[in-house]
């Protein structure tokens, strides 16, 4: 098993290493992904046309961001954090746009995927108070368009992702609050993450070896290309060797004094993706356009102000 794994993971290596350096390259993609969102969200700013791209665009800079943190990693070995603190600084904005529509009724939204990375981004980056707020707004937005996981007759998506659910249950846990997912649309079946939660502030670090090569087994077997109408949970070319919800899982046990392993058994965590940013917390990153953008969002919308807390 361990070789089928390791033949796995160096075959995504080479997949993702071409992928990211040509996508880094394209002016089609840099168009699309950095000039079009800065363009539109400056027209924002000067103008207040654009309101309802704001979430969006942020999102897609998120995606720029990360797209060079990651091309640096796997074809540079060069592990630049400060694009990795973009990328977090995105993905709580992006969140908080989002919840901000959901919550007058202009359908926000965020696919549950999407909504783990981002939530684990800011967990990564050791910044708890951003953190804490994007756990509280997808809490929150199980009840409306943000994340519409209520039980109802049009979907049932809210059992596609458990690394979503895990990462959800682990806030609540940390935090002290109850989440009644019989009012939701959920998984039938949580393994490998049910085993987890259940014992994950133990302080046995051999019983979180087993539940890191558990999790991985997991994540490496939901890491594959999928057919038009098939969904697997980490099938999108920036999850398939980044670990994302095992880290996460592992920094908020950092955070609460717990130990966790010095190495790691399986060999997803031991492939450069799987590094944890360390020192943290990451110093917050400078977005001069984005603190205008907010500036101006919290001046038009001042109902929604605490959701930029």
Request: glycine fraction near 4%.
């Amino acid at each position: 098993m361990d070789t089928n794994m390791n033949k796995q993971i160096t075959r995504l290596t080479k997949k993702l290493s071409r992928f990211y350096s040509d996508w880094i390259v394209s002016e089609t993609i840099r168009e699309l992904f950095w000039d079009k969102p800065q363009k539109d969200l400056s027209e924002y700013v000067s103008t207040g046309e654009k309101w309802e791209f704001v979430g969006s665009r942020t999102g897609k800079l998120l995606t720029w961001h990360y797209s060079q943190y990651i091309n640096a990693v796997m074809n540079k070995d060069r592990y630049p954090l400060d694009e990795f603190a973009l990328c977090a600084r995105y993905a709580k904005v992006a969140v908080q746009f989002e919840a901000a529509f959901a919550d007058v009724g202009q359908n926000g939204s965020i696919l549950l995927h999407q909504a783990a990375f981002n939530f684990s981004l800011n967990i990564l980056s050791g910044w708890r108070t951003d953190a804490n707020t994007v756990g509280r707004l997808l809490v929150s937005g199980l009840d409306t368009s943000l994340l519409d996981l209520k039980h109802n007759d049009r979907h049932e998506k809210g059992k596609l992702y458990r690394h979503f659910w895990f990462l959800l249950h682990l806030y609540c846990s940390a935090k002290g609050l109850i989440l009644d997912t019989s009012l939701y649309s959920y998984p039938e079946d949580m393994s490998p993450y049910d085993k987890v939660l259940a014992d994950w502030r133990t302080p046995d670090v051999d019983t979180v070896q087993s539940f890191v090569t558990a999790m991985a087994d997991f994540h490496l077997r939901e890491a594959r290309e999928t057919a038009h109408d098939e969904i697997a949970e980490f099938d999108d070319e920036d999850y398939m060797l980044f670990p994302h919800e095992i880290l996460s899982f592992l920094r908020v046990r950092e955070w609460l004094g717990l130990p966790n392993p010095c190495t790691f058994d399986h060999p997803l965590m031991n492939q450069p993706l799987a590094r944890m940013p360390q020192p943290v917390p990451l110093p917050q990153p400078d977005t001069p356009l984005l603190d205008q953008v907010i500036g101006k969002f919290k001046r038009e919308y001042p109902a929604q102000f605490p959701l930029f807390l």
